[in-house]
């Protein structure tokens, strides 16, 4: 049982970056699908969360309107599509399956399974 994330590196701001995350040895459509983030001295985050039972979406304010989220349930995978990315948006990205997109302003989160965590490093 795994998460495997991708899709980091760096790019300059006002760039985009599409995070993927594939998950292997359970079916990642069990659970709502959330990306979380981590800023060098800062606590984790919760970027974005969806769940593909019904389309709900969750973003955090700081991303809204930049950031979207989806899956492909054939492919057993999410995604993070990162748009008019800012040099604050620099951070270790992880994505995670969990029960509750409710949960994700939760400073800790009950997560079933964390990704590894790709970095997006934004310059100015």
């Known amino acids: 049982v795994q998460l495997q994330a991708s899709g980091g590196g760096l790019v300059q701001a006002g760039g985009s970056l599409r995070l993927s995350c594939a998950a292997s040895?359970?079916?990642?459509?069990?659970?709502?699908k959330g990306w979380f983030r981590q800023a060098p001295g800062k606590k984790r985050e919760g970027v974005a969360c969806?769940?593909?039972?019904?389309?709900?979406?969750w973003y955090a304010g700081v991303v809204q309107g930049r950031f979207t989220i989806s899956s492909d349930s054939a492919k057993n995978t999410e995604y993070l599509q990162m748009n008019s990315l800012k040099p604050e948006d620099t951070a270790v990205y992880y994505c995670?399956?969990?029960?509750?997109?409710?949960?994700?302003?939760?400073?800790?989160?009950?997560?079933?399974?964390w990704g590894q965590g790709t970095l997006v490093t934004v310059s100015s």
């Open positions: 969806i769940n593909s039972s019904d389309g709900s979406t």
């Open positions: 040895g359970f079916t990642f459509d069990d659970y709502v």
């Open positions: 995670a399956a969990l029960y509750d997109c409710n949960v994700m302003m939760v400073d800790s989160p009950y997560i079933e399974v």
